[in-house]
């Protein structure tokens, strides 16, 4: 059991370092605006891998939960005078809730039907958000106020750093820990056979629901988070290739990895600023990395790369 | 086995960091940056704009650059993404280190990246359509297309000369789709002008016949405006045909203006009126017209050097680089803050557009006879007389 | 009255032909293969983009069309022979990734080999629109409603009537058993997905007279011919066609009685409501899990 206890503290611990260190390598203000990004985008996909890699479910329109959480905050304050950190709260409320509502009959489907499904969701939203202009400003999105905690104006590109990065680290115990409940357990079971798990007792709908659930509100924070961060919003951030990449990062960094996650939201987000150089062959590139690292890596950077290093360690 | 992979992560991404640090300065030249949508669902209106700035910042540096110095032209390709705007707008600014932009194709990625730019204190001429862009004016945000707002009113204009005054509205639900649309309610009081129909299409559907059919149904309709900018208008065009609407008066806006959709909508566009600027035109301007000369040798070397039609949306990106480049000339520093007050102070400035004359108050510098109302006859661009 | 709905119903079904005829491609690899394509798509572009250029580089437009379903064939081949095959054995999520970096892949490539621009084809039999009881149609409307017909009765008599075509069925049934009996299924998955994407460039040609074509109209119509192949049930081909039409209908309904700004929403909703009601799609298979 402490054996047990000592790795998911390891994994945090590292994790933070990371995080504290990093900076050190930055030259400019610039490399910390995409570092935000990566945590904030690695949030949104642990939440995910929670649904899909712990629970064995598929979502195609997670990006909606993403949308939800950044317009709450863009709305609350703008057009209802909510103060922004409610308005974060109660974004998180609304995507969970909408989840729960969603949830229950959306996920008695499987597999490719149960894709569908939530991306049909996800055109929903996405399409919501686009055309309720006098809300939301339409396609061309709206300007967010910015996030204000007991009087600290939350801005610049340093502060969301570290924002980011404590929001990060927290998820990423959360995701951790959850993995040696009872709740984590029968995700891991419901995922393995949802047959044996309901022989065994197990409420595959409650648990499926409530993996649901939880990706919702992880991100709803992860988006209200880039809101806040960017001073603005657009529709885009609900929209069904925002869906795509994270569906995307969580499979090539490895599903039901946490840190898989992070690396694969480290991996294809910094990976576009790189290629910048290559003018315009980049999309070329970068859907030619990705088919290689999915056939060379299949079951995603950190399950592959540490198993590699296991059989090294061994031999 | 957990821990060696954060490690992983740790090497991954310092090497991505170092990877994408970029050398210093070189002596002798100066940074310019752009974000354009070169690629995605704006790339109609984002590639004409990158090959304008590159065809002429190479013809700028090879007679000598500005004020003895070189342009380094820095161009990002957002994709039509606000957010990866945002992320290159501060990279221009904190990594290329740029004095000044020209740049942001979409009114989306302009306002994402409008902060950046006004907290940096670097000057960001935009080419982005909606009015907002600029009203209310921030200090250093300028922008060289037309707006929005009046191309509603220079159709309404029009409108009212041939007194119709009950109109249908169709619209792309795109950004300047939607933003155009939403400036013609707005002013449509003010030209007693009545809004009977209203409806709107997918930027990338490809049948619109439902609507049109809709809008064919409304009892007194004389006319019809159609906002939206890429495929979309070409194919509301050609159903418009198909439905045997062509007497209802048709207008486009002018997210069209280039030659391609005159190629694309084929006979259908016969008729068409919509508002743009003088360039597509070029050759049919009195030779008095002070437009003229700039116009024909801005589309004689985008034609020659890229093989397409000349459009609008090009000729907004060579106004921005110039009005740029006059304004560093008088200058005559690469300051930023100084460079953003000659910006400020352009006046009489011939551009592809109109003629510019900026204020404290105006960061776009053009009225509405900038606009020229023009109609497609014999498969080209003709001036409506005025009076007709 | 009646000539607005006729109006409504051939416009839906002749967007409604091109979502079936992407999903019938979905739905020949699926079948042969257990992979989501999402590059199914860009075979539609392929075949729309390939046969303007070819056209416009002076060949007459049969020939360049000719060569445009042979390109297509020959990606499709390519993307089976390098993206998945290498990956066989892979899960499923990690496949339908590989599709989707095909897909990029493919974009890319067709933004430098071609260009950015719209582009369009002359309509086969001209442009003057022919009245049906009031509704004013395209001459295309028929060259594509009829050229889907004749690809969907082919692929039947492929399916059914031949030797070639009963493996791809045996496949789809069970692999390995297919192979116990000596299929090939490593030709009939390469067959697959030659298969599909000729019907796909078929779609392209057939339709960019109408819809116009550019680099990246692929996402949006592999995005909607997965929603029909799904609506119809996943696997099932007359599923699929009925998908696709039934997608077009209910857009082109939605936008002329409802609203024309909620008339994907409509349509969305009204699929997942037919999944509450039938999880497996209007003709799916009833999956039997085997514990």
């Known amino acids: ?315 | 086995m957990n821990a060696k992979a954060t490690l992983k992560t740790l090497l991954v991404t310092s090497a991505m960091c170092l990877g994408l640090s970029h050398g210093a300065l070189a002596q002798g030249t100066v940074k310019i940056g752009s974000v354009l949508s070169v690629t995605g669902p704006s790339s109609f209106l984002g590639e004409p704009e990158d090959k304008t700035l590159r065809i002429y910042v190479d013809k700028i540096n090879a007679s000598g650059g500005v004020a003895g110095k070189k342009i380094e032209l820095v161009i990002y390709d957002d994709g039509g993404d606000a957010n990866k705007a945002r992320t290159f707008a501060t990279r221009l600014i904190e990594d290329d280190e740029v004095i000044a932009m020209v740049g942001g194709t979409t009114t989306g990625s302009t306002m994402a990246m409008i902060p950046v730019f006004e907290e940096a204190q670097v000057p960001f001429i935009s080419l982005a359509g909606a009015i907002e862009v600029i009203d209310p004016v921030r200090k250093f945000v300028f922008k060289t297309p037309h707006t929005d707002k009046m191309a509603c009113e220079k159709i309404f204009e029009d409108l009212k000369k041939r007194n119709f005054t009950k109109i249908g509205m169709i619209s792309g639900t795109d950004g300047f789709g939607a933003s155009m649309r939403a400036q013609c309610v707005k002013v449509a009081p003010s030209y007693g002008m009545q809004i009977v129909a209203d409806e709107s299409y997918g930027p990338r559907d490809s049948d619109m016949t439902a609507q049109l059919t809709k809008i064919k149904n409304t009892a007194g309709v004389q006319a019809v405006v159609n906002p939206g900018f890429g495929q979309g208008p070409a194919i509301v065009t050609r159903n418009y045909a198909q439905l045997g609407m062509t007497n209802i008066p048709f207008y486009q806006s002018h997210g069209v203006a280039s030659k391609s959709f005159i190629d694309l909508a084929g006979a259908a566009a016969e008729g068409v009126r919509l508002p743009a600027a003088a360039l597509l035109v070029g050759d049919k301007l009195p030779e008095n017209d002070p437009q003229k000369k700039v116009v024909t040798e801005y589309r004689q070397a985008y034609e020659s050097a890229t093989k397409q039609p000349v459009s609008t949306f090009g000729g907004h990106a060579y106004d921005g680089l110039f009005i740029l480049v006059e304004a560093m000339k008088r200058a005559n520093s690469t300051d930023p803050q100084k460079i953003r007050d000659e910006i400020e102070k352009t006046k009489g400035f011939v551009g592809t557009g109109g003629i510019v004359n900026m204020s404290p108050t105006d960061h776009l510098g053009l009225d509405l006879s900038a606009f020229r109302m023009l109609e497609i006859k014999g498969g080209d661009w003709n001036l409506v007389a005025s009076g007709s | ?291």
Not at chain 3, 65 to 77: P, R, S, W
Not at chain 3, 207 to 231: E, N, Q, R, W
């Open chain 3, 1 to 291: 009255m009646m000539a607005e709905f006729l109006q409504f119903l051939i416009s839906g079904l002749t967007v409604g032909a091109v979502y079936a005829l992407v999903a019938l491609g979905f739905t020949l690899i699926y079948n042969a293969s257990g992979v989501v394509n999402f590059a199914q798509g860009e075979f539609v572009m392929l075949g729309g983009m390939v046969t303007v250029f070819a056209s416009a580089a002076g060949m007459p437009l049969p020939l360049a069309a000719l060569i445009a379903i042979c390109a297509a064939i020959a990606i499709g081949l390519l993307l089976h022979r390098f993206a998945i095959e290498p990956a066989r054995g892979a899960s499923a999520v990690t496949l339908i990734i590989i599709t989707i970096g095909a897909s990029i892949l493919l974009r890319g490539v067709a933004a430098i080999a071609f260009d950015k621009q719209f582009h369009k084809l002359p309509a086969f039999t001209g442009d003057t629109p022919v009245d049906v009881l009031g509704a004013a149609v395209q001459p295309q409307s028929f060259w594509v409603l009829g050229g889907t017909a004749v690809v969907v009765l082919a692929l039947y008599v492929f399916l059914e009537h031949t030797l070639v075509g009963k493996a791809v069925l045996a496949t789809a049934a069970n692999r390995l058993a297919a192979r116990l009996v000596g299929i090939n299924t490593t030709t009939i998955m390469a067959l697959a997905f030659g298969g599909s994407a000729a019907i796909g460039a078929i779609a392209g040609i057939l339709v960019t007279p109408i819809t116009l074509t550019s680099y990246d109209v692929g996402t949006l119509l592999a995005l909607k011919g997965f929603a029909a192949a799904m609506l119809g049930g996943m696997g099932n081909p007359v599923g699929a066609v009925i998908g696709g039409l039934l997608l077009g209908l209910l857009e082109a309904f939605g936008a002329g009685y409802i609203s024309s700004t909620y008339k994907d929403a409509f349509a969305f909703l009204v699929i997942l409501i037919v999944l509450f009601a039938a999880p497996q799609g209007l003709f799916g298979r009833r999956v039997v899990e085997r514990v």
């Open chain 1, 1 to 315: 059991m402490r054996a047990l206890l000592n790795q998911r503290f390891v994994t945090l611990a590292v994790l933070a370092v990371v995080i504290a260190v990093l900076p050190l390598l930055f030259p400019s203000s610039y490399y910390f605006r995409v570092a935000s990004l990566v945590w904030v985008s690695a949030l949104a996909a642990i939440g995910l891998n929670i649904l899909m890699g712990q629970a064995g479910q598929v979502s195609l329109g997670h990006a909606a939960f993403f949308g939800i959480g950044a317009y709450a905050v863009a709305i609350g304050p703008t057009h209802l005078g909510i103060p922004p950190w409610a308005a974060l709260l109660i974004g998180a409320v609304l995507s969970a809730a909408l989840a729960y509502l969603v949830g229950r009959p959306i996920l008695r489907l499987k597999g490719h039907y149960l894709a569908i499904a939530t991306l049909g969701l996800g055109v929903l939203v996405a399409l919501v958000i686009t055309t309720e202009s006098r809300w939301t400003g339409g396609p061309d999105g709206m300007p967010v106020e910015r996030l204000s905690l007991f009087g600290w104006r939350v801005s610049g590109s340093y502060t969301w750093y570290w924002v980011t990065g404590g929001l990060l680290l927290v998820g990423t115990w959360i995701a951790l820990n959850l993995d040696e409940t009872p709740t984590g357990r029968a995700f891991r079971a419901l995922h393995d056979s949802e047959v044996a798990a309901q022989v065994v007792g197990v409420d595959v709908a409650r648990f499926k629901l409530q993996a649901f659930v939880i990706a919702a509100v992880y991100a709803s924070l992860a988006g209200s988070a880039l809101a806040f961060m960017n001073g603005f919003i657009n529709p885009d951030q609900a929209g069904f290739l925002h869906s795509v990449e994270l569906v995307t990062i969580v499979v090539l960094g490895g599903l039901g990895s946490v840190v898989g996650s992070i690396v694969g939201a480290a991996v294809l987000v910094t990976l576009p600023q790189a290629l910048t150089i290559f003018q315009e062959y980049e999309h070329l590139l970068l859907g030619l990395i990705i088919i290689v690292a999915m056939i060379f890596m299949r079951n995603g950077i950190v399950p592959s790369l540490s198993s590699l290093l296991l059989r090294r360690a061994r031999s």
